[in-house]
């Protein structure tokens, strides 16, 4: 059985899997594409999120933290997960603080499109923005490698990016530092560009 990688639209968090497909070279290992419908999703993931990967046994792994734990390992360990211990958990550390980063953009997205009818709650979104703040600036001050990749500087590329896309919080101008460390990003993994949603 060909393993799947099952996405919708452009998930930040899909993409991480994409790129690490394309990084790790698994693209002959592992289609990509959308689930049938949301009743096999929620047989796949109780919680109906993707990304989902689908493994050879037919077993769904989620989220996208055990997706790329799962891809390292498949393309032999330690290439975007250090072994040693200091180098392992910074690379933990900087992928969970931009989960955290794509968690407060996506409710801010989350905050007008679920609730079209009502006025959008400020304090709510100025929360979920100080969080992006925040983490943008820990980010800026101290930013991961892009060369060797770890899963903190996919998380990272992915988070901005997606910001970019969304619109959620206008970090360009407040961290030029970043803007430089994504550009780059891409110009030392131009494939990156090839994970990039359309849509």
């Given at each position: ?5 099952l ?43 993707v ?86 600036a820990?980010?800026?001050a ?9 899963i ?12 970019d ?11 030029p ?5 994504l550009?780059?990003f ?6 990156f ?7």
């Open positions: 059985m060909t393993m799947k990688l996405l919708r639209g452009p998930s930040p968090f899909g993409r991480k899997g994409t790129f690490a497909i394309r990084y790790l070279g698994l693209s002959d290992r592992i289609d990509i594409g959308v689930p049938d419908d949301e009743d096999s999703l929620r047989l796949l993931n109780p919680l109906a999120k990304p989902a990967l689908i493994v050879e046994d037919g077993t769904a792994l989620f989220d996208s933290r055990v997706i790329l734990e799962f891809l390292d390992m498949l393309a032999g360990g330690g290439k975007i997960i250090p072994t040693e211990t200091g180098p392992r958990f910074d690379a933990l550390r900087y992928a969970a603080m931009a989960d955290g980063i794509l968690e407060a953009a996506l409710l801010v997205t989350y905050e007008g499109r679920y609730r079209p009818d009502q006025t959008p709650y400020e304090p709510w979104l100025d929360f979920q923005r100080g969080k992006i703040g925040r983490g943008l820990a980010m800026a101290k930013p991961p490698a892009a060369d060797p990749l770890t903190g500087g996919i998380g990272l590329a992915c988070a901005l990016e997606y910001i896309f969304r619109e959620q919080y206008d970090w360009r101008p407040e961290f530092a970043l803007v430089a460390w550009d780059g891409n110009a030392t993994h131009p494939t560009a090839e994970s990039k949603p359309s849509a």
